[in-house]
């Protein structure tokens, strides 16, 4: 089997492979490797790799499998963790000079559950300055390309992540969710993301901030590599208080089924905000497949205000109180305009930000009304096809002035809510950028978002479909 079948692998048909004694772990490790000697040059997904320790780890990985030891279901499989995550002997930065070179001592809890189900960690991936925008740039390691246009962003925080999905330099990535991270980049790679319900990935431990709106999830090439994560990191622990009972859901088997009887609302705007005419005709064509898979469609306009302010308000808040001390000695490291953000929050009273934080509980409040008649919501992912590196995003869309996260105006709700919420790849814009659907869920309804998602990748399959570069 040559580099390019073995990189064109699913994480299930890699594992598949390995415990059925098609394909050697070093035969695996070997060929992602040189996929990414290849290529991370010219996109800068990972900022650091450990190359040497992972060639190690599929040594052994083998000799198990010869061995016919009991193996997991990752066995000798590469994944990659977003540089947000705490990695055990592997630097983890945050994608800050604050901490260039911190090594943790300790494993994110995702991250340990992976490697007791025998992956292999191959690096870190790229990612803002500690999450704090939707796109993927730093001052330590630069920015992260779009693999189907090195001109463009790929998207963030998790831009690292889905670049090495979308790239075939391991079949599944780690990523983290606090306003759009996962689902804005799998929508500008042109692969899965899943954002589950708020803390069904228990977190920790790692760097503070987010809190109440971040998850973990997976960014893979299929619905079924995600619903296989999801298997392994799910699951109550008590390190996380947020992290929610155990169900005894098997996500895989929540695959099956067709969607008839489903009540879809499909929202091209939410009430407050505004798409690109390409995203929303592409977007729209897809929301049609629903109905042909027997879900009963609905267009609608919900009464909502954009809970922009609210949230920059929390998230600012939290950013400011983890650096507000470290400013005067690293001011000019830090991304120039989350130093604004920080100076611009930090002083925010306790009325005040409870105050805000009240408006996005009534924010959740008028999103639920909205799942007392519908299974699930669509939306488009993002307002807007990917744009230029270097642009904090698009001032202007559809020919309207707009605030500065209206192109990220379909995800970050979602977080305020806690649902969980995919998006799906549903076709490409004609210079061929790919464009996401968006999936959301009644709060702790996974099983649905997932079926639906994998009911739509049956129907309008997009897992052959590679970028240039590959």
Known sequence: MDNNEICRMTTIEMAQAIRARKI????VMDAVLRRIKELNPRVNAFCTLVAEDARKQAVQAEASVMKRDKLGPLHGVPVSIKDLFFTKGIRTTGGSKIFEDFVPQENDIAVERLAAAGAIVIGKTNTSEFGWMALTDNRLFGPTHNPWNLELTPGGSSGGAAAVVALGMGPLAIGSDGGGSIRV?????????????????????????WEMVAHTGPITRTVRDAALAM??????????????????????????GDLKGL????????????ADPQVLKITEKAVKTFTSLGASVESITPALNSPEHAFSTHVGVQLATLLHDKLDEYREQIDPLLAIFIDMSKDKSAR????????????????????????????????????????????????????????????????VTGQPAASVPCGWTEDNLPVGLQIVGRRFDDATVLKASAAFEKASPWADKYPPLF
Do not use: H
């Open 352 to 415: 005040g930000y409870v105050a805000e934080w009240w408006q996005l509980l009534e924010y959740r409040r008028k999103i639920n009304t909205i799942f007392n008649k519908y299974d699930l919501l669509l939306t488009p992912t993002v307002s807007v096809p990917p744009f230029k590196l270097g642009c904090y995003g698009p001032r202007e869309i559809a020919g309207k002035k707009v605030s500065p996260l209206a192109w990220m105006a379909f995800t970050y709700p979602f977080n």
């Open 231 to 256: 298997e392994i990191i799910a699951g109550k622990d008590d390190i996380d208080c947020f992290s929610l009972p155990e169900t005894n859901l098997s996500y895989l088997s929540a695959l099956t």
């Open 263 to 274: 009540k879809i609302a499909w929202s091209p705007d939410l009430g407050y905000t505004v």
């Open 185 to 209: 980049p799998a929508s500008f790679c042109g692969v899965f993301g899943f954002k589950p319900s708020f803390g069904r990935v228990p977190r920790g431990p790692g760097f503070p901030g």
């Open 24 to 27: 050697s772990p070093v035969e």
